[in-house]
C-alpha cells in the first residue's frame, strides 16, 4: 500500500520568501503525484500534479514541484511566496489514473508581512 | 471546478442519532469519494462508488454506509453517531479527462 509523508506539519515565512514543502512517498512504482491547497474553511484545490515526463512540473499561483525518484519525493516550490499563500498544503498518492488517493497529513503554512 | 456541492454545510447532532450528508455532482463523474479530514491524517478515504449502486469501503469505513442510486448523489450515512465522528467530511468526484479528483466545499460535523 502507497503512503504520503508531509515531514513538517507547519511552515512560516516571510512574504517575498522562496518557499519549499516536502513530500515523500513510498510505493513500488511510480506514482501520480498531486498537491492539493486548501484555505480556511474550504474544500481542496488542486495546484498541480504529476503523471510521467518532465520531472519538473508547473501549477497554478506560481508554484512548481520536482519528482525525484531516487529520493521518493515530490517537493512543492514557489519562489516568493505571497500572503494570500497562506493556506494548508496537501501532498497525495495514486497507483494510477488518481482514481485512489493516499494523502499526507498536510503542512500548514503561515506567512509574515 | 467540478460543480460538486454538498449538504448540509455544517451540522450539530447528538450520539446515537442518524446523519445522512448529501454529495451532489452535475458533471456525469462515474467515481465519487467521501472522505473525512482530521488534524495531523489528512484526508482518509471513507468509502466510494465507481457507479451507480457500486460502492466499496475505503480506509476508515466503519461506522459509515453509503448508497448511490444516481449518477448525480452519493449518500453518507453514519447509522448512529459517535463523537468519534466529529470531523469535516469531504465529497470528490473523478473527472477521467483530467485524471484528477475534484472536491467539494466540506460539511463540518460536531457529534455532542
Known amino acids: 500500500a502507497q503512503s504520503v509523508t508531509q515531514p513538517d506539519i507547519h511552515i512560516t515565512v516571510s512574504e517575498g520568501a522562496s518557499l519549499e514543502l516536502r513530500c515523500n512517498y513510498s510505493?513500488?512504482?511510480?506514482?501520480?503525484l498531486f498537491w492539493y491547497v486548501q484555505s480556511p474553511g474550504q474544500g481542496l484545490q488542486l495546484l498541480l500534479k504529476?503523471?510521467?515526463?518532465?520531472?519538473l512540473v508547473q501549477g497554478i499561483k506560481g508554484f512548481e514541484a520536482e519528482f525525484k525518484r531516487s529520493q521518493s519525493s515530490f517537493n512543492l516550490r514557489k519562489p516568493s511566496v505571497h500572503w494570500s499563500d497562506a493556506a494548508e498544503y496537501f501532498c497525495?498518492?495514486?497507483?494510477?489514473?488518481?482514481?485512489?488517493?493516499?494523502f499526507g497529513g498536510g503542512t500548514r503554512l503561515m506567512v509574515k508581512p | 471546478d467540478a460543480g460538486i456541492t454538498q449538504s448540509p454545510r455544517h451540522k450539530v447532532t447528538e450520539t446515537g442519532t442518524p446523519v445522512t450528508l448529501r454529495c451532489h455532482q452535475t458533471?456525469?463523474?462515474?467515481?465519487m469519494y467521501w472522505y473525512r479530514q482530521d488534524p495531523g491524517h489528512g484526508l482518509r478515504l471513507i468509502h466510494y462508488?465507481?457507479?451507480?449502486?457500486?460502492?466499496d469501503k475505503g480506509e476508515v469505513s466503519d461506522g459509515y454506509s453509503v448508497s448511490r442510486s444516481k449518477t448525480e448523489d452519493f449518500l453518507l450515512t453514519l447509522e448512529s453517531a459517535t463523537s468519534s465522528q466529529t470531523s469535516v467530511y469531504f465529497c470528490?468526484?473523478?473527472?477521467?479527462?483530467?485524471?484528477?479528483?475534484?472536491f467539494g466545499p466540506g460539511t463540518r460535523l460536531t457529534v455532542l
Open positions: 497525495a498518492v495514486a497507483p494510477d489514473a488518481g482514481n485512489m488517493l493516499t
Open positions: 510505493y513500488g512504482a511510480t506514482p501520480y
Open positions: 504529476y503523471f510521467s515526463g518532465d520531472t
Open positions: 458533471e456525469n463523474h462515474r467515481y
Open positions: 462508488s465507481y457507479g451507480v449502486k457500486d460502492t
Open positions: 470528490a468526484s473523478h473527472r477521467d479527462s483530467t485524471d484528477t479528483q475534484y
